[in-house]
């Protein structure tokens, strides 16, 4: 049961078929830890909760981590999972994961063990005290590489100075989220998605809760970084439109400059006459305003290149398969089907 007393306004559902918590895990590669996986779960959940499903969004892999979602799914009817007709992202591995989960809370989370499923337990402590928006907070970045520390501290330096919303420190995908921040979060169309921010930007009571990161169970991390360098870029682009102000800016302020060289140019030539035929400063005038006009039109590009991104419309995911999926989807949680294969 929801902490909130307000019943749902949307079609009734049967709350039977309907679990009490759904955990969401973005999968890719992951063969090796999955039964872990379900069995650590399993330990932890039953007892603490009612009622829970497990939905695992296979984004791609190539490992058979389907088959071995589809033994696992047939183990235990709890289990189900989605595949995807290839390699998406987990970003939005994650939002498939969350159109298909039914239960009053959902816990996202990933497969590889690093984060310890008995944290969902301090999670819906929070949840059964009114919070419904809960994030694990790492508390502590030791076991990556320094680079990748140094890049996550930039960044959320950069983002906190120049993001439009506050991004709570350490918090990343490992959370719990409320019925009503999971249908508020469906309801955001948009196709770049940068979830941290997203689920900053939805609201609602929200907390944090400390964890410890695991080391990887099986397999090796599969972010490089340079999908994390364009994770970075559409975390500040689509939550700031300060790279666009920068460009104007600068724009600007060197449009005055050169107006001030140009009266300096004038007085001295009136006063003095030409000694030199201002040959260098011509070049490298020229040479920089170039600079300055390929940086704002990048900038631009940039944004443009989101707004096409956004317009085509495509849709944001293809489903391959289902699996698990038979006995639900008359009960999906907004009264309707589950989305069409084509979303
Ligand atoms: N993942 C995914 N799609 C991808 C890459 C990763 O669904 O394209 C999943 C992966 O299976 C795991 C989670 O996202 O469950 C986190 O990935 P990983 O452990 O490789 O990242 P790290 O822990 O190094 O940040
Ligand atoms: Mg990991």
Redesign the pocket.
């Known amino acids: 049961m929801s902490v909130s007393e307000t019943p749902a306004p949307a079609a009734p559902r049967a709350p039977a078929s309907r679990p009490e918590l759904s955990i969401v895990?973005?999968?890719?590669?992951?063969a090796d830890n999955l039964p872990l996986l379900v069995e650590r779960l399993k330990q932890v959940l039953d007892g603490a909760v009612t009622s829970w499903e497990l939905v695992c969004v296979d984004?791609g892999s190539r490992d058979g981590s389907l088959a071995v979602l589809r033994l696992l799914a047939a183990q235990d009817r709890r289990v189900s999972a989605v595949s995807f007709s290839r390699?998406f992202?987990?970003e939005i591995?994650i939002a498939a994961g969350l159109d298909h989960a039914s239960g009053d809370a959902v816990v996202i989370m990933?497969?590889?063990l690093?984060h310890p499923p008995e944290t969902i337990l301090l999670f819906l402590e929070k949840w059964r005290e009114g919070y419904l928006n809960i994030y694990g907070q790492r508390s502590d970045r030791d076991g990556e590489t320094r680079l990748k520390r140094n890049f996550a501290k930039v960044f959320y330096r950069l983002f906190a100075r120049f993001g439009e919303t506050e991004l709570p420190e350490g918090a990343g995908d490992f959370r719990l989220l409320d019925r009503k921040v999971v249908d508020a979060l469906r309801a955001l169309p948009e196709r770049a998605r940068f979830s941290k921010g997203l689920y900053a930007w939805v609201g609602f009571r929200s907390t944090g809760v400390s964890f410890d990161v695991a080391e990887?169970e099986h397999g090796v991390?599969?972010?490089r970084y340079r999908t994390l360098f364009s994770f970075a870029f559409d975390g500040l682009s689509s939550f700031s439109t300060v790279p666009l102000k920068i460009a104007t800016w600068a724009g600007v302020m060197i449009a005055l400059m050169a107006a001030l060289t140009a009266l300096f140019f004038v007085l001295r030539t009136l006063f003095f006459g030409t000694d030199l035929p201002g040959f260098p400063s011509l070049i490298v005038s020229i040479m920089f305003f170039s600079g300055i006009q390929l940086v704002s039109l990048g900038m631009i590009g940039e944004y443009v290149g989101r707004i096409f991104a956004e317009v085509k419309r495509r849709p944001l995911y293809l489903i391959g398969e289902r699996v698990g999926f038979d006995a639900r989807t008359v009960d999906h949680p907004r009264g309707d089907a589950l989305p069409p294969l084509i979303r």
């Open positions: 895990v973005p999968v890719h590669n992951e984004d390699n992202g987990k591995a990933d497969a590889d690093q990887r991390s599969k972010f």
